[in-house]
């Protein structure tokens, strides 16, 4: 059930004021003032300060001058002798303030600048600065400039300093000690320098965020397992869901990995393995979002299975002998003074009668299924060099990975690492899971995983010559999960009806659970729609009617996801809307009740959200603010008069109270079902206005 309400006060009306909408004030200085110690501006100032001659900035809470309540935080500085001053003036420490600094776009700051006695043609200008310390890494200072609000002698402006995402992480990271502050620059005239500087503070506020009342999680714990980390923390009081974000080095942003959790845990997958990642985990409620976690590391178990190193021969991998260009031949050798790890790698000389692409090495996957149909691609370490070689302009060199299966032949590039002459490197292929299914499929005996050599020179004038020498050493599957990935679900079967789809589909012996994907266009990019437990049915709602939908059906197990499933496509029917779903597709073209056409949202701003719109016919993107209901005595009797339309889901309620704060149950007055005709209805209190010192009436409205 989802509900709405207003309420009315009877012969009065009561303001008050409020901030705007997404700005959170950290301070206006009036908490901070000490009838006995004016200079008591902890933790704002950190100590005495002195300009760059020596002489002593004087700091105080003052009630002389503010732009927003009674106090601001003055500075005064010495002038004399100098012929520019740079100085941080007020700074506070960002922890306090994380929860709302992380939601918001900047900070914002009324300042006051005034130098009576100063030049003629003085400068001046406000900064702001970042610092972040963290130990055994270098302290960090980042430098921000305003936007708009330049300082105008004798006068209070408004300035703000836009944050990006990047400096929003690193003065929130709970890793670091961090703190805002604000520099002044002024300067003129060397000759006419003298006076002091007086530079006032007042009502620093985080630009759109949201106060969060809710702690950070605690407890975080993060457990390594194969390919990924298993984590678990404590609930937060009045928490509804849970956000977990990651990164992969000390510093740096954190990514968002999880939202809209409702558990207290999370189980991370498909990382790299023998790889730390460090998380931190944050609590929200319907308006807020809380500080972050202290955060913890986790490093996962190594993932690699080695294949081979070479040090028991070329076999399988060499099988027979080769030609170059010209049949020239090429000589395959155990290196065994040159490797990336043990002692021994396998070498192949390759005379450079002309560009060469050819295999070198190649293997029949049959002995390695087990490993790689539990992998996610593969790792090799490259070493090439080029002896003789001519000038190296216009010379080329590349190595990819190899598939062949029957008469399925296919190259990849390295997603990582790239081969350089006189150097071990390492090359990584990641391989999807239709792949890893073709080279482990137990029918076919006949797939081979090899690696493709290519050199040449492509400059016109450039020449060939000398001989190119490739060795490859420790060969092995990466990404190992405890077991295979579930094979791909077979007998899809989509059914369209009216603004859904309804499929079916026959299981995946190992799989554990299904992803629905969907795709507008036959052959995707495919959008998942659905994560399922182990059903063999779904049927995908809220879909436009007249709509053709192609759909895919990918399993799950504890190894990851298994290639998808044929796809299968039909058509939705033509979907006749009605009540509130029908006004939303009107107004937002959608009938879902999510974004500007949620129940609870207000998109023209006038007060009165989406429910109540429908419910009192109004119109959701005109402000009508006569939409109200209205409040009127009418026999000594408070009474409540607002339009009804005919929507027999909804349920209308009139609830009485004296205080605001207990609604007395049940309503004074109610209509849902048949009762709801269209047009004005006025609703009588029960009781004399003249028996309460204040009475309200509120009209609350549901629907299911």
């Given at each position: 059930?989802?509900?709405?309400?207003?309420?009315l006060?009877?012969?009065?009306?009561?303001?008050?004021?409020?901030?705007?909408?997404?700005?959170?004030?950290?301070?206006?200085?009036?908490?901070?003032?000490?009838?006995?110690?004016?200079?008591?501006?902890?933790?704002?100032?950190s100590?005495?300060g002195?300009?760059?001659?020596?002489?002593?900035?004087?700091?105080?809470?003052?009630?002389?001058?503010?732009?927003?309540?009674?106090?601001?935080?003055e500075?005064?500085?010495?002038?004399?002798?100098?012929?520019?001053?740079?100085?941080?003036?007020v700074?506070?420490?960002?922890?306090?303030?994380?929860?709302?600094?992380?939601?918001?776009?900047?900070?914002?700051?009324d300042?006051?600048?005034?130098?009576?006695?100063?030049?003629?043609?003085?400068?001046?200008?406000?900064?702001?600065?970042?610092?972040?310390?963290?130990?055994?890494?270098?302290?960090?200072?980042?430098?921000i400039?305003?936007?708009?609000?330049n300082?105008?002698?004798?006068?209070?402006?408004t300035?703000?300093?836009?944050?990006?995402?990047?400096q929003?992480?690193?003065?929130?990271?709970?890793?670091?000690t961090?703190?805002?502050?604000?520099?002044?620059?002024?300067?003129?005239?060397?000759?006419?320098?003298?006076?002091?500087?007086?530079?006032?503070?007042?009502?620093?506020?985080?630009?759109?965020?949201?106060?969060?009342?809710?702690?950070?999680?605690?407890?975080?714990?993060?457990?390594?397992?194969?390919?990924?980390?298993?984590?678990?923390w404590?609930?937060?009081?009045?928490?509804?869901?849970?956000?977990?974000?990651?990164?992969?080095?000390?510093?740096?942003?954190?990514?968002t990995?999880?939202?809209?959790?409702?558990?207290?845990?999370y189980?991370?997958?498909?990382?790299?393995?023998?790889?730390?990642?460090?998380?931190?985990?944050?609590?929200?409620?319907?308006?807020?979002e809380?500080?972050?976690?202290?955060?913890?590391?986790?490093?996962?178990?190594?993932?690699?299975?080695?294949?081979?190193?070479?040090?028991s021969?070329?076999?399988?991998?060499?099988?027979?002998?080769?030609?170059?260009?010209?049949?020239?031949?090429?000589?395959?050798?155990?290196?065994?003074?040159?490797?990336?790890?043990?002692?021994?790698?396998?070498?192949a000389?390759?005379?450079?009668?002309?560009?060469?692409n050819?295999?070198?090495?190649?293997?029949?996957?049959?002995?390695y299924?087990?490993?790689?149909?539990?992998?996610?691609?593969?790792?090799?370490?490259?070493?090439?060099?080029?002896?003789?070689?001519?000038?190296?302009?216009?010379?080329?060199?590349?190595?990819?990975?190899?598939?062949?299966?029957?008469?399925?032949?296919?190259?990849?590039?390295?997603?990582?690492?790239?081969?350089?002459?006189?150097?071990?490197?390492?090359?990584?292929?990641?391989?999807?899971?239709?792949?890893?299914?073709?080279?482990?499929a137990?029918?076919?005996?006949?797939?081979?995983?090899?690696?493709?050599?290519?050199?040449?020179?492509?400059m016109?004038?450039?020449?060939?010559?000398?001989?190119?020498?490739?060795?490859?050493?420790?060969?092995?599957?990466?990404?190992?999960?405890?077991?295979?990935?579930?094979?791909?679900?077979?007998?899809?079967?989509?059914?369209?009806?009216?603004?859904?789809?309804?499929?079916?589909?026959?299981?995946?012996?190992?799989?554990?659970?299904?992803?629905?994907?969907?795709?507008?266009?036959?052959?995707?990019?495919?959008?998942?729609?659905?994560?399922?437990?182990?059903?063999?049915?779904?049927?995908?709602?809220?879909?436009?009617?007249?709509?053709?939908?192609?759909?895919?059906?990918?399993?799950?197990?504890?190894?990851?996801?298994?290639?998808?499933?044929?796809?299968?496509?039909?058509?939705?029917e033509?979907?006749?809307?009605?009540?509130?779903?029908?006004?939303r597709?009107?107004?937002?073209?959608?009938?879902?009740?999510?974004?500007?056409?949620?129940?609870?949202?207000?998109?023209?701003?006038?007060g009165?959200?989406?429910?109540?719109?429908?419910?009192?016919?109004?119109?959701?993107?005109?402000?009508?603010?006569?939409?109200?209901?209205?409040?009127?005595?009418?026999?000594?009797?408070?009474?409540?008069?607002?339009?009804?339309?005919?929507?027999?889901?909804l349920?209308?309620?009139?609830?009485?109270?004296?205080?605001?704060?207990?609604?007395?149950?049940?309503?004074?007055?109610?209509?849902?079902?048949?009762?709801?005709?269209?047009?004005?209805?006025t609703?009588?209190?029960?009781?004399?206005?003249?028996?309460?010192?204040?009475?309200?009436?509120?009209?609350?409205?549901?629907?299911?």
């Amino acid at each position: 059930m989802k509900s709405l309400s207003l309420a009315l006060l009877a012969l009065g009306l009561l303001t008050a004021p409020f901030a705007a909408f997404g700005d959170v004030q950290i301070t206006s200085f009036e908490e901070l003032f000490d009838p006995g110690d004016p200079t008591y501006i902890d933790p704002w100032i950190s100590g005495p300060g002195t300009n760059s001659v020596g002489a002593e900035i004087i700091y105080q809470i003052t009630d002389t001058a503010a732009s927003d309540g009674t106090y601001s935080l003055e500075a005064a500085v010495p002038m004399d002798g100098l012929d520019g001053f740079w100085d941080r003036l007020v700074r506070f420490p960002t922890a306090d303030h994380a929860s709302v600094i992380a939601q918001g776009t900047g900070i914002q700051a009324d300042v006051y600048y005034e130098w009576p006695d100063g030049p003629s043609g003085p400068w001046y200008t406000v900064i702001m600065v970042l610092e972040s310390t963290q130990t055994d890494l270098p302290n960090s200072w980042t430098q921000i400039d305003s936007v708009g609000g330049n300082l105008v002698p004798g006068e209070w402006r408004t300035i703000f300093f836009p944050m990006t995402a990047e400096q929003v992480a690193q003065v929130t990271d709970p890793d670091q000690t961090s703190t805002i502050g604000f520099l002044l620059g002024t300067g003129g005239p060397a000759e006419e320098i003298a006076g002091t500087v007086k530079l006032r503070f007042d009502n620093i506020v985080v630009v759109g965020a949201s106060a969060s009342s809710l702690t950070a999680p605690t407890d975080l714990v993060g457990e390594p397992v194969l390919g990924g980390a298993n984590l678990t923390w404590t609930a937060t009081p009045n928490a509804l869901t849970y956000t977990v974000r990651r990164r992969a080095s000390l510093t740096g942003a954190y990514a968002t990995i999880a939202s809209g959790l409702t558990t207290t845990s999370y189980n991370d997958t498909g990382l790299e393995g023998n790889t730390t990642y460090y998380y931190v985990v944050t609590a929200s409620d319907a308006d807020s979002e809380s500080a972050f976690s202290t955060s913890v590391a986790v490093t996962t178990p190594n993932d690699e299975v080695l294949l081979t190193s070479f040090e028991s021969g070329l076999a399988p991998w060499v099988q027979g002998d080769a030609t170059a260009a010209g049949d020239a031949p090429i000589t395959y050798a155990i290196n065994t003074s040159s490797a990336s790890e043990g002692t021994t790698s396998a070498e192949a000389s390759i005379p450079m009668l002309d560009s060469q692409n050819l295999i070198f090495y190649t293997v029949p996957t049959a002995g390695y299924r087990t490993d790689i149909a539990q992998s996610t691609g593969i790792k090799a370490d490259v070493y090439i060099d080029w002896i003789d070689r001519p000038e190296p302009t216009g010379q080329w060199y590349n190595i990819v990975l190899n598939l062949s299966s029957d008469d399925s032949y296919s190259d990849l590039e390295a997603t990582s690492g790239s081969p350089a002459i006189g150097e071990w490197r390492t090359l990584t292929w990641n391989l999807t899971s239709e792949q890893i299914a073709t080279l482990t499929a137990n029918q076919n005996t006949f797939s081979n995983l090899g690696f493709r050599f290519g050199a040449g020179v492509w400059m016109e004038g450039a020449t060939m010559g000398g001989t190119f020498v490739i060795r490859v050493d420790n060969i092995r599957v990466k990404g190992v999960r405890e077991v295979a990935v579930p094979a791909a679900p077979t007998g899809l079967v989509a059914t369209g009806g009216p603004g859904e789809v309804a499929l079916t589909w026959n299981a995946s012996p190992t799989a554990t659970g299904y992803t629905v994907q969907r795709s507008t266009v036959s052959g995707g990019p495919y959008t998942p729609v659905a994560n399922l437990g182990n059903v063999l049915s779904h049927t995908d709602t809220g879909l436009a009617g007249s709509t053709t939908y192609h759909y895919v059906i990918v399993p799950v197990n504890a190894g990851g996801n298994g290639p998808a499933s044929a796809e299968a496509s039909a058509t939705t029917e033509a979907v006749v809307l009605g009540g509130i779903a029908s006004w939303r597709q009107m107004h937002f073209d959608t009938t879902e009740p999510t974004g500007d056409a949620a129940n609870d949202a207000d998109p023209d701003a006038d007060g009165v959200a989406n429910l109540l719109e429908y419910a009192l016919a109004g119109d959701p993107m005109v402000a009508e603010h006569d939409l109200l209901p209205v409040a009127t005595v009418v026999d000594g009797k408070l009474t409540l008069g607002f339009d009804r339309i005919d929507d027999p889901t909804l349920l209308y309620e009139v609830l009485a109270t004296d205080d605001l704060t207990t609604w007395a149950a049940p309503a004074i007055w109610s209509s849902t079902g048949e009762e709801n005709t269209a047009g004005l209805v006025t609703v009588t209190d029960t009781e004399l206005l003249s028996a309460h010192a204040r009475r309200f009436l509120r009209l609350r409205v549901t629907t299911p």
